[in-house]
């Protein structure tokens, strides 16, 4: 006995198309106009400016070597021709980013206050770290053509996974004391998520998103093959040549931008927590002042 699983995915795509083009449709549109405004934003910006820009986060962030460092390599990049592409990638970066956000926090924090939850989700967060990269470019391109759209769908599919995980596993791994102590006074679920477990939490949650933001970076690259654009199609133009000086210079583009993300969301997440209990004591000295009164 054989099990042709292959065919059954097949009538599956095939029902899609015939029964949901409308809400395929929609979903096009919604993320096409996210991702399209982000990349006219973005590549509207002169290059002095949107250098200026990364060089002033970095050294707001993390300090002057490494605001040293972004101006030279975006001038490199700049001086490889490679900008506007570079711009195009980060607009899908963004994009692929907010959604993933949009839909894996609120997962992550449904995981974490239910355990039945995380029992179903799991194994599809699995499915969607393990599955090869190349696999999900096919249904996208079916179900939503070529373009940045279906390379943005696909890098959400691929990059989803680690700001759940992390935001289920920080929300519960907030210490007893702490939810014992919103109870005690009088915490409503809401207000002891908002105000307890996410402040709490917040380090490992930003570690998710940097983790989702640098997949994100990896994804777009391999989506160029559906016409994604930005420096994947440097890449992919080196590949089909066999050029390695071209294929060289897309890496090293790609390199330097991974590179500037990573480090200015790192530090966001080592600052998110401090935040967080900025807010949350304003808030706390404000309501025992509303109750004093």
């Given at each position: 006995?054989?099990?042709?699983?292959?065919?059954?995915?097949?009538?599956?795509?095939?029902?899609?198309?015939?029964?949901?083009?409308?809400?395929?449709?929609?979903?096009?549109?919604?993320?096409?106009?996210?991702?399209?405004?982000?990349?006219?934003?973005?590549?509207?910006?002169?290059?002095?400016?949107?250098?200026?820009?990364?060089?002033?986060?970095?050294?707001?962030?993390?300090?002057?070597?490494?605001?040293?460092?972004?101006?030279?390599?975006?001038?490199?990049?700049?001086?490889?021709?490679?900008?506007?592409?570079?711009?195009?990638?980060?607009?899908?970066?963004?994009?692929?980013?907010?959604?993933?956000?949009?839909?894996?926090?609120?997962?992550?924090?449904?995981?974490?206050?239910?355990?039945?939850?995380?029992?179903?989700?799991?194994?599809?967060?699995?499915?969607?770290?393990?599955?090869?990269?190349?696999?999900?470019?096919?249904?996208?391109?079916?179900?939503?053509?070529?373009?940045?759209?279906?390379?943005?769908?696909?890098?959400?599919?691929?990059?989803?996974?680690?700001?759940?995980?992390?935001?289920?596993?920080?929300?519960?791994?907030?210490?007893?004391?702490?939810?014992?102590?919103?109870?005690?006074?009088?915490?409503?679920?809401?207000?002891?998520?908002?105000?307890?477990?996410?402040?709490?939490?917040?380090?490992?949650?930003?570690?998710?998103?940097?983790?989702?933001?640098?997949?994100?970076?990896?994804?777009?690259?391999?989506?160029?093959?559906i016409g994604a654009g930005g420096i994947g199609n440097t890449v992919l133009t080196g590949i089909q040549r066999l050029d390695v000086g071209t294929g060289f210079e897309g890496g090293i583009a790609v390199v330097i931008l991974a590179v500037i993300l990573d480090r200015i969301t790192q530090s966001l997440g080592r600052e998110g927590a401090g935040i967080w209990r900025v807010l949350f004591q304003k808030t706390a000295r404000q309501e025992?002042?509303?109750?004093?009164?």
């Amino acid at each position: 006995m054989t099990f042709d699983i292959g065919d059954g995915v097949d009538s599956a795509v095939n029902y899609i198309l015939d029964n949901f083009g409308p809400l395929l449709d929609f979903i096009a549109a919604a993320i096409g106009l996210v991702t399209n405004g982000i990349q006219d934003a973005l590549l509207a910006t002169p290059m002095p400016v949107g250098l200026a820009i990364f060089v002033i986060l970095s050294l707001w962030r993390v300090g002057l070597g490494f605001a040293v460092f972004t101006g030279l390599s975006l001038w490199l990049v700049e001086h490889m021709q490679l900008w506007s592409a570079m711009m195009e990638t980060l607009s899908l970066v963004i994009a692929s980013t907010l959604v993933a956000m949009l839909i894996g926090l609120p997962l992550g924090i449904a995981m974490a206050r239910s355990d039945r939850v995380a029992t179903m989700v799991r194994p599809v967060l699995d499915l969607m770290q393990t599955m090869p990269a190349f696999v999900y470019l096919i249904p996208a391109a079916m179900f939503f053509g070529l373009g940045a759209v279906p390379g943005t769908i696909a890098t959400v599919i691929f990059s989803m996974p680690p700001v759940v995980r992390l935001t289920n596993l920080g929300i519960r791994q907030v210490h007893v004391e702490f939810i014992e102590a919103g109870n005690a006074f009088g915490c409503t679920a809401s207000q002891l998520l908002f105000k307890v477990q996410l402040p709490n939490a917040m380090p490992s949650i930003m570690a998710g998103i940097n983790q989702t933001i640098m997949l994100s970076l990896s994804m777009v690259v391999i989506a160029s093959m559906i016409g994604a654009g930005g420096i994947g199609n440097t890449v992919l133009t080196g590949i089909q040549r066999l050029d390695v000086g071209t294929g060289f210079e897309g890496g090293i583009a790609v390199v330097i931008l991974a590179v500037i993300l990573d480090r200015i969301t790192q530090s966001l997440g080592r600052e998110g927590a401090g935040i967080w209990r900025v807010l949350f004591q304003k808030t706390a000295r404000q309501e025992a002042a509303q109750a004093a009164t």
